[in-house]
């Protein structure tokens, strides 16, 4: 069994776990605007709780995204300084993902779908059916779209759980699509759910070097213009 | 000691490795200037973007270069501000990471004190005290320099700084971002006398700059004109010397004031050959000297952040707390 730190930025909250081989510790904290000031101390917190090191840990998992592009890049900076300075591996984890699979544990509901609220009019979108061991597969790719026909591609003849932001901003449009249970305390991704997911998945092959660190932004295409015939 | 410098203050990813003893060993720069130049200016998510994908291939080379081992290093230095926060926060978290993982010291630098001490990078150094003219895109101050850390403003611009006012009025001609540069080497063809532009705020006392109106009076200039390839350089001459003529009278000034007789110079204009010449010009009949960084060295780099960084470490500064400044005055700064 594997020695894991994780750290998630990608949304309002700021959160770090450490998993041992014995313990489980987890800090998680909603404080916009101070991920860059709270994350490391935080990491520092937990690895100390654990009572190891940094160079204990077997690898690294981040929170890649999708979400606020700032706070994805505090974790995935600090995890490529942590990484490089700790010759350790990591492991890109989604935001998504990351909630529904702490849907799935808390409820045993095996598939949902996840939300977060993009802005500009979107959400950041995936649906994930998780199998009893916690291995999962995508019934819909991470995408952001808007939220009117969203989720055409489901099974309506199945039930859902639903989680994350996206389904507060936008409760009526989606749940007149489909019918879900909307999660009512399960709200923003953590790094504890990312660190047991990646507990449970990841594989040798998955994991980064420092320099291959990077966000997952899945908008690319934002309002900036390029001049004329550029 | 043995410092890494770590600069994302804008669209430049610049590493450096800079050893109290053997000087400067590596540094590395990666430009996004192309990348934006599509747009007309800086998109600071772009920016941001750039310098999470270029910065630790870019520290590992730098390390590799500098045949130093992460052992080695005894502190980190990154630039905590100002500049853009996005683009800040790549430098100061990856800075931060290392930090803890090597369980060394780390310090955030304010990027226009590396540019002020950019020229002690150079074989001859400046002795305090001195003038120093700071001239960039985003920046136009004039510092009385008396150590490390003690600044005291003598006068910035009130409007555009005047890397601004020549990246705007080459954007008006038509050249390409980043234009500044561009308009000095278009100027080399014109002909001094054609067109006469104003030498703003030189008739009243003081140290302050203003160079939006110049920007507006080519604008004008060349609206009412032929517009002709050769009426295109003419303006660019008449516009850089004005700028730098305003920028040599307020220099002479400052130094009558301060009684110094060293002016260094540093930012992104210093590599202005016409602005150099010129001030050099001024100290020989002041009988003062002029310094400044070599022209790699005048826009942003990694080796003015490791620089400043080693004498701040040295003097047992540090970061507890990571922070960025994307707007924090170079007069707040702590003396060594």
Known sequence: ?230 | MRILGIETSCDETGIAVYDEQQGLLSHQLYSQAKMHADYGGVVPELASRDHIRKIVPLIERCLADADTDKTQIDGIAYTSGPGLIGALLVGSTVARGLAFAWQKPVIGIHHMEGHLLAPMLEDTQAEFPFVALLVSGGHSLLVEVTAIGEYQLLGESIDDAVGEAFDKTAKIMGLDYPGGPRLAKLAEQGRPGRYKFPRPMTDRPGLDFSFSGLKTFAANTLRDSDQSAQTLADIAYAFQEAAVDTLVIKCKRALKQTGHKRLVIAGGVSANTFLRSQLDKLLTSLGGQVYYPRLEFCTDNGAMIAYAGLQRLKAGQADTNLKVRPRWPLTELEAL
């Open chain 1, 1 to 230: 069994m594997k020695t894991i730190l994780a750290l998630d930025t990608s949304t309002e909250a700021c959160s770090a776990a450490v998993l041992t081989p014995t313990q489980f510790v987890s800090e998680f904290e909603v404080c916009p605007r101070e991920h860059n000031q709270k994350l490391l101390p935080m990491a520092e917190a937990v690895l100390q709780q654990a009572g190891i090191s940094l160079q204990e840990v077997d690898y690294i998992v981040y929170g890649q995204g999708p979400g606020s592009f700032t706070g994805v890049r505090i974790a995935t900076g600090i995890v490529q300084g942590l990484a490089l300075g700790s010759d350790k591996p990591t492991l890109g984890m989604s935001s998504l993902l990351a909630m529904a699979y702490a849907v799935f544990k808390k409820t045993g509901q095996t598939r949902v779908i996840a939300a977060i609220d993009a802005r500009m009019g979107e959400i950041y979108l995936a649906a994930i059916e998780f199998n009893e061991a916690g291995m999962f597969r995508y019934l819909i790719d991470e995408c952001v779209c808007a939220p009117e026909q969203a989720l055409d591609a489901l099974d309506k003849t199945h039930s859902y759980a639903a989680v994350g932001t996206g389904w507060h901003t936008y409760e009526t449009v989606l749940t007149s699509q489909i019918n879900a249970d909307i999660n009512a305390d399960i709200y923003l991704p953590d790094a504890a759910s990312m660190a047991e997911l990646a507990k449970l998945t990841a594989t040798p092959e998955q994991l980064l070097s420092a320099a291959e660190v990077s966000p997952v932004y899945i908008r690319d295409k934002v309002t900036w213009q390029k001049l004329p015939g550029k």
